[in-house]
């Protein structure tokens, strides 16, 4: 058997592994860096295009980030806060289009208008009241709001064609919205890294052991096209393996990931790949979620860019299922269960029947079903046009409370060791947009010495508001939102102020 070291091993070749090696790549060029991918290719699971929505979540869209507080008032802080993390992200992917890192930027990201569509006048009141909310921040401050049917049907000419005008409806619009192609982006910046002297990717390779022999960690991994077996040993190991990511760290026997467990969702697109019909809606519009669906069930019609070819995908349709992964087997869920993390699960488990039934009922759903959902987003739907597609699994944090009982966590979490030589991503929405602070977010924690010194002025360079706040610095926010819009294709103005060419010098 075969043995190697490595400064750096990534396991999952996902947006989240590729987009740490790439920071780290342009921070220290001597440090060795080791990506390795179970799959034959990069980003074939949660990244990958058909696999997810693909929006550049930035809280323009998604009422979920937005709720509405028992005294009428609707709390934006969490929209404040992936908004300027999305920022962080479009700043680097701006930085590596400029030095040649990533190509031109229509290989992995478009503009698409970001919308809010409601129906019903305590729906429309909420969206009104979220939208002054939000305007009063200059974050926000491009976003539209509209109740009339003569602007609702130029923004949305396919969802108001042929609806009742005496129904109260209302939208909201950020025009420089963005659809991501997560996969066309991973791949590429695995191209960028595979270039690289000190960077190596291995697709084709399984995790079967990871120890911890002193002090450094020791994987072994197995290829079963060849049979044969490899161990690599690292000074960092970082775990960003989708669904797979808790199996690997109950694998690694990490004390801090005692009491963790995973809740599996499943989910279903309805896809139609008419150009014609994708390109005339041309817009993500997201509306709310049923009564009881999980976060990650918020309905909407998105156009999307998907091998260069526009499309539209409607859902997604959740379901209930025991896999971690999309390709994984049916006993992920039961072979994840320890001593340690009975209990919360269990907890978890009885404190969201309601949950667990929804989900039930929408695995079960007929197309039929599917397709009349689709149809309060469309009212002209042709059946023949539409097909389904098997969405990405999501697996959802179960961690135990300060009490020990367990919690169900929606949404994204870097878990480190105690000795800072291992972190892993749990969690989902809202993902690979956050990618970049994520990755920042493990840098500073297990990395420091890359924040410091020339390195930091390396990562300003790339992220001019790299240890700033846009939220309280909006002339920061200006000059960079100027610079990343018109760099990424985002807007259809290519002039830059003066103020912000220097930004970026």
């Given at each position: 058997m075969s043995s190697q070291h490595t400064d750096v091993l990534l396991i999952g070749g996902g947006v989240m592994s590729v987009t740490l090696a790439s920071l780290i790549?342009?921070?220290?060029?001597?440090?060795?860096?080791?990506?390795?991918?179970?799959?034959?290719?990069?980003?074939?699971?949660?990244?990958?295009?058909?696999?997810?929505?693909?929006?550049?979540?930035?809280?323009?869209?998604?009422?979920?980030?937005?709720?509405?507080?028992?005294?009428?008032?609707?709390?934006?802080?969490r929209a404040l806060t992936i908004n300027e993390q999305f920022e962080v992200s479009l700043q680097f992917w701006s930085s590596l289009v400029a030095s040649g890192r990533l190509p031109a930027p229509e290989n992995f990201i478009r503009n698409v208008p970001h919308l809010s569509w409601?129906?019903?006048?305590?729906?429309?009141?909420?969206?009104?009241?979220?939208?002054?909310?939000?305007?009063?921040?200059?974050?926000?401050?491009?976003?539209?709001?509209?109740?009339?049917?003569?602007?609702?049907?130029?923004?949305?000419?396919?969802?108001?064609?042929?609806?009742?005008?005496?129904?109260?409806?209302?939208?909201?619009?950020?025009?420089?919205?963005?659809?991501?192609?997560?996969?066309?982006?991973?791949?590429l910046l695995g191209r960028s890294l595979a270039q690289r002297d000190n960077c190596e990717i291995n697709l084709g390779w399984q995790v079967t052991d990871i120890e911890r022999p002193g002090d450094h960690w020791k994987v072994t991994l197995w290829n079963p096209a060849t049979s044969e077996t490899r161990e690599l040993t690292a000074r960092f190991l970082f775990i960003g393996a989708g669904g797979a990511s808790l199996s690997l760290l109950q694998k690694a026997g990490v004390r801090e990931a005692r009491g963790y467990g995973g809740f599996p969702v499943s989910g279903l697109w309805l896809?139609?790949?008419?150009?014609?019909?994708?390109?005339?809606?041309?817009?993500?519009?997201?509306?709310?979620?049923?009564?009881?669906?999980?976060?990650?069930?918020?309905?909407?019609?998105?156009?999307?860019?998907?091998?260069?070819?526009?499309?539209?995908?409607?859902?997604p349709f959740a379901g209930f299922t025991t896999r971690f992964l999309k390709r994984g087997s049916p006993l992920d869920l039961p072979a994840s269960v320890r001593r340690d993390n009975l209990r919360p699960?269990?907890?978890?488990?009885?404190?969201?029947?309601?949950?667990?039934?929804?989900?039930?009922?929408?695995?079960?759903?007929?197309?039929?079903?599917?397709?009349?959902?689709?149809?309060?987003?469309?009212?002209?739907?042709?059946?023949?046009?539409?097909?389904?597609?098997?969405?990405?699994?999501?697996?959802?944090?179960?961690?135990?409370?300060h009490n020990r009982r367990g919690t169900l966590e929606f949404g994204t979490e870097v878990l480190t060791s105690g000795d800072r030589s291992l972190a892993a991503l749990l969690g989902a929405s809202p993902g690979a947009s956050t990618c970049v602070p994520a990755m920042l977010d493990v840098i500073e924690r297990c990395l420091p010495d890359l924040v410091t010194g020339e390195r930091r002025q390396t990562l300003q360079a790339m992220i001019p508001s790299y240890g700033q706040s846009l939220r309280e610095d909006h002339g920061l926010l200006a000059d960079v939102r100027n610079h990343t819009l018109s760099t990424l294709g985002l807007t259809s103005g290519t002039n830059q102020p003066d103020s912000e060419r220097s930004l970026y010098a």
């Open positions: 790549a342009e921070l220290d060029t001597s440090r060795t860096i080791t990506v390795v991918e179970q799959s034959s290719q990069l980003a074939p699971e949660s990244s990958d295009a058909w696999n997810n929505a693909g929006t550049g979540h930035a809280g323009y869209c998604e009422l979920n980030y937005t709720p509405e507080q028992p005294d009428g008032t609707v709390s934006i802080d409601v129906q019903g006048q305590e729906a429309c009141r909420f969206l009104k009241n979220r939208h002054s909310a939000l305007q009063e921040h200059p974050l926000f401050a491009d976003m539209e709001f509209s109740d009339q049917s003569s602007t609702l049907n130029q923004w949305l000419p396919l969802v108001t064609r042929s609806r009742s005008v005496f129904e109260p409806a209302a939208a909201t619009r950020v025009a420089h919205g963005s659809d991501v192609n997560f996969g066309a982006l991973t791949r896809a139609c790949e008419d150009e014609a019909l994708a390109t005339a809606h041309n817009a993500k519009v997201y509306s709310q979620a049923p009564v009881g669906a999980p976060p990650m069930s918020v309905p909407h019609l998105d156009t999307r860019y998907i091998d260069g070819k526009a499309a539209l995908l409607f859902g699960m269990m907890d978890v488990a009885r404190g969201n029947w309601p949950l667990t039934r929804y989900l039930i009922r929408e695995a079960l759903s007929s197309r039929e079903s599917r397709l009349a959902q689709l149809g309060s987003f469309l009212p002209e739907v042709n059946p023949d046009a539409w097909k389904l597609v098997r969405a990405g699994q999501r697996v959802q944090i179960i961690k135990p409370d």
